[in-house]
């Protein structure tokens, strides 16, 4: 690995680990795009830089949590089941889902399909958007953790999936996106501390490679904060249409271009 492709990778994480586009679809197609073997480094690689989002989710929301400590509960309870779903599958979802290539491409289409779905159930008026993140109750923060343990296969996107299910809830956009903010950072935190401890052996013999891992940490910081900033203004004015687009053509792209 060179330091502009930790840089691009560092890049990509930054964006769309916040978006509803699935992070981990992105990181294996561009590795894929940059001829960037799956080794245990490249692996070990792709779990580091996600401390960087980590990281920007903290220095964006560290006062609202303070201001809103009620809200740590909920976001608890809506980690449990993921992590319980993640550390009960972890083999499978290392070793299966992740080389799964037409997993992917499925999920990119039927979460995208959901995204145009919600926003046409949303403009005939069948669902509406009211609802504050601070009103979240501990049945919608179960449901929440419930359903963002599907986002363990790739392509789904841990985001986009959590930000749906509050929308079906009444939740505005922003708020949905905000919740999924903050929710990330306990599930990936803990995803990323379960991957170091499996890795560790790993990192001991890859101390030459610090300055690569750091270059992608800060990429992946700067670019994973700005975004989340413009995400949460977008939504404001703007729907998941898009997005849904979006994800449905990556999917024609990749299945067409698939060897």
Same mark, same amino acid.
């Given at each position: 690995?060179?330091?502009?492709?930790?840089?691009?990778?560092?890049?990509?994480?930054?964006?769309?680990? /916040?978006?509803?586009?699935?992070?981990?679809?992105?990181?294996?197609?561009?590795?894929?795009?940059?001829?960037?073997?799956?080794?245990?480094?490249?692996?070990?690689?792709?779990?580091?830089?996600?401390?960087?989002?980590?990281?920007?989710?903290? =220095? =964006?929301?560290?006062?609202?949590?303070?201001?809103?400590?009620?809200?740590?509960?909920?976001?608890?309870?809506?980690?449990?089941?993921?992590?319980?779903?993640?550390?009960?599958?972890?083999?499978?979802?290392?070793?299966?889902?992740?080389?799964?290539?037409?997993?992917?491409?499925?999920?990119?289409?039927?979460?995208?399909?959901?995204?145009?779905?919600?926003e046409y159930l949303i403009k005939?008026?069948?669902?509406?958007?009211?609802?504050?993140?601070?009103?979240?109750?501990?049945?919608?923060?179960?449901?929440?953790?419930?359903?963002?343990?599907?986002?363990?296969?790739?392509?789904?996107?841990?985001?986009?999936?959590?930000?749906?299910?509050?929308?079906?809830?009444?939740?505005?956009?922003d708020q949905a996106a905000q919740?999924?903010?903050?929710?990330?950072a306990p599930t990936i935190f803990?995803?990323?501390?379960?991957?170091?401890?499996?890795?560790?052996?790993?990192?001991?013999?890859?101390?030459?490679?610090?300055?690569?891992?750091?270059?992608?940490?800060?990429?992946? /910081?700067?670019?994973?904060?700005?975004?989340?900033?413009?995400?949460?203004?977008? =939504?404001?004015?703007?729907?998941?249409?898009?997005?849904?687009?979006?994800?449905?053509? =990556?999917?024609?792209?990749?299945?067409?271009?698939?060897?």
């Open positions: 690995m060179t330091i502009l492709q930790s840089i691009i990778l560092g890049i990509v994480e930054g964006i769309t680990e /916040f978006l509803p586009v699935s992070s981990t679809a992105h990181l294996i197609i561009i590795s894929k795009f940059l001829r960037l073997p799956q080794t245990d480094f490249q692996k070990f690689f792709e779990v580091f830089i996600q401390s960087g989002a980590i990281f920007a989710v903290v =220095l =964006l929301y560290f006062n609202y949590i303070l201001k809103n400590t009620k809200l740590i509960s909920k976001l608890l309870i809506s980690f449990f089941p993921t992590a319980i779903v993640g550390f009960l599958l972890y083999k499978i979802i290392k070793n299966i889902f992740f080389e799964s290539f037409i997993l992917i491409i499925f999920a990119l289409i039927i979460v995208g399909l959901l995204f145009i779905f919600i005939n008026k069948k669902v509406r958007l009211q609802k504050n993140i601070n009103y979240l109750t501990t049945f919608e923060a179960i449901l929440v953790g419930l359903v963002q343990s599907i986002a363990v296969i790739p392509g789904v996107s841990r985001s986009g999936i959590v930000m749906l299910i509050m929308m079906v809830r009444g939740y505005k956009r919740y999924s903010f903050l929710l990330a803990a995803a990323s501390l379960y991957d170091f401890f499996k890795m560790r052996s790993i990192f001991a013999t890859s101390t030459q490679y610090l300055p690569l891992l750091l270059i992608g940490f800060i990429a992946s /910081f700067i670019v994973a904060y700005i975004v989340m900033k413009w995400f949460i203004n977008y =939504l404001q004015n703007n729907s998941l249409f898009y997005f849904g687009i979006y994800r449905i053509g =990556l999917a024609i792209i990749l299945l067409i271009s698939r060897p």
